[in-house]
């Protein structure tokens, strides 16, 4: 909910270009509509005027985009739009489970006049899956080595890691290993009155409370073996107060802004660990990778490399917006965009909806 992305992607090549990026602010009071649809989805007349509003927004970051490189709706041959996550709830106890995204991928094409692919992660969690994380389908296509096993760990709202083991050796796999930015812009914009800590210049002014760390990482969701995959649903403020009213300490709050940056790279480094020991180099996407107090904190958790997908050709606030375009090409060329060892689900499927204008 930081800003809305929209990426200008060509895949014309061995290797997909960025070729522009458009990023627009998120109206306040849209964003606070969004939180509470996040804790409350059955809000219907919120819901809906949110996902007209989100739909006009991406319409007009799309236009914007479009404009700004001299181009015309017909020389873009899709936009691939996920939509706002608002509810996510895996599968549990055998049943399938279901994903909320607002932002009307219909009237995106509508009001573009561009073949719009929303509604990606349905179609396997009817195979059984998470739905999530879909990224790493993306990651292996263009990340992937030749020579050194990597990981590469997306910080968005919610952390996920996509383990790639050496081409032709072994399978991808990956999943959510929980939160990420969420909690700490929560806990920012209550104490700081900002929308985040920029840099992590406010967390690197406390000090990490082990105790505390250690309580949170002692939730049930950090001992699910993958596949798993969660949200803003479950890491939200509630989970935040719940274990600051347990904990018996008094501890300020910019000791709690560190320790929830050690909890975002502790729950990534054990991930990391327990499920792919064999990695050589870790790559960040995502905003969390602007958060210089926490990429200083993985490379202390991790006896690896720790850089940015800077370093592989894209930058980091970018991978995701390029992703879901990739993931609209698979689409259209009715081509799989999940990988079942990934997100559960019992075979490859062709992801998202089309939507014609």
Request: some cysteine; hydrophobic content about 35%.
């Amino acid at each position: 909910m930081d800003s809305i992305d929209a990426a200008l992607v060509d895949f014309s090549g061995d290797f997909p270009q960025l070729v522009d990026t458009q990023a627009m602010a998120m109206p306040a009071s849209l964003k606070q509509d969004l939180f509470t649809l996040c804790e409350q989805p059955e809000l219907q007349p919120q819901r809906d005027n949110a996902d007209k509003h989100l739909a006009k927004l991406f319409t007009e970051a799309s236009l914007k985009l479009i404009s700004t490189n001299q181009l015309e709706a017909e020389d873009i041959r899709a936009i691939g739009s996920h939509g706002q996550t608002i509810f996510h709830q895996p599968p549990q106890n055998g049943e399938n489970g279901y994903s909320v995204q607002i932002g009307d991928p219909q009237s995106i094409a509508n009001q573009t006049g561009i073949t719009t692919v929303g509604d990606f992660r349905n179609a396997d969690m009817q195979a059984g899956g998470q739905g999530a994380p879909l990224v790493p389908a993306f990651h292996n296509a263009v990340f992937r080595s030749s020579d050194k096993p990597r990981v590469i760990v997306n910080i968005g709202g919610i952390s996920n890691i996509t383990v790639l083991p050496v081409k032709g050796q072994g399978q991808v796999t990956g999943f959510d290993t929980g939160t990420g930015n969420v909690l700490l812009d929560i806990w920012v914009r209550q104490h700081q009155q900002q929308s985040y800590d920029d840099g992590g210049t406010w967390a690197a002014q406390g000090v990490i409370n082990q105790t505390l760390l250690n309580q949170m990482m002692a939730d049930d969701y950090f001992k699910l073996p993958p596949p798993k995959s969660t949200g803003r649903e479950y890491f939200h403020h509630t989970w935040l107060e719940q274990q600051l009213n347990y904990f018996a300490e008094t501890i300020t709050p910019v000791d709690v802004q560190a320790t929830l940056v050690a909890l975002t790279s502790r729950c990534i480094s054990d991930a990391i660990e327990q499920y792919a020991p064999a990695t050589e180099e870790v790559f960040i996407c995502g905003g969390g990778a602007y958060n210089t107090t926490l990429m200083e904190q993985l490379k202390k958790d991790l006896s690896r490399s720790v850089t940015s997908t800077d370093l592989l050709g894209i930058k980091p606030d970018w991978v995701e917006a390029m992703a879901f375009a990739w993931l609209a090409k698979q689409t259209l060329a009715d081509k799989p965009g999940n990988i079942p060892s990934v997100t559960g689900a019992t075979s490859e499927r062709v992801l998202g909806h089309i939507h014609h204008c």
